[in-house]
């Protein structure tokens, strides 16, 4: 059973940093896209990063660039998302997703998805 499993969310003040980890069982995830995407409350499910398996490839949502950095250790199977100069628009709960195959935004082109973990930006 594929389980994708996110930790290290929390509450953090404006400018603060946090680091998302999603820890990946069940199945080799060779050659699996890793994807962290976000979804604040009464908005849509939107995309925040994803690194391909060679971690050669990597996308940000334009919002991100320069303050979230994605990486993965495919050893241990995990995945992380450091987040730095956090802002209130960075509240959400963050999850992790996987794909067979190149990088991707569109959410629904993700297979396995984690529950999810809480981040809240307090002003």
């Known amino acids: 059973q594929v389980q994708l499993v996110e930790s290290g969310g929390g509450l953090v003040q404006t400018g603060g940093s946090l680091r998302l980890?999603?820890?990946a069982s069940g199945r080799s995830f060779s050659g699996y896209v890793m994807g962290w995407f976000r979804q604040a409350p009464g908005k849509e499910r939107e995309f925040v990063a994803a690194i391909a398996w060679s971690g050669g490839l990597i996308n940000y949502a334009?919002?991100?660039?320069?303050?979230?950095?994605?990486?993965?250790d495919n050893a241990g199977n995990t995945v992380y998302l450091q987040m730095t100069n956090l802002k209130p628009e960075d509240t959400a709960v963050y999850s992790c997703a996987a794909r067979f195959g190149t990088v991707a935004y569109n959410r629904h082109l993700y297979r396995?998805?984690?529950?999810?973990?809480?981040?809240t930006v307090s002003s």
Not at 62 to 72: A, C, H, L, P, V
């Open 62 to 72: 334009d919002s991100m660039k320069g303050r979230f950095t994605i990486s993965r």
């Open 21 to 23: 980890s999603c820890a």
């Open 112 to 119: 396995y998805w984690g529950q999810g973990t809480q981040v």
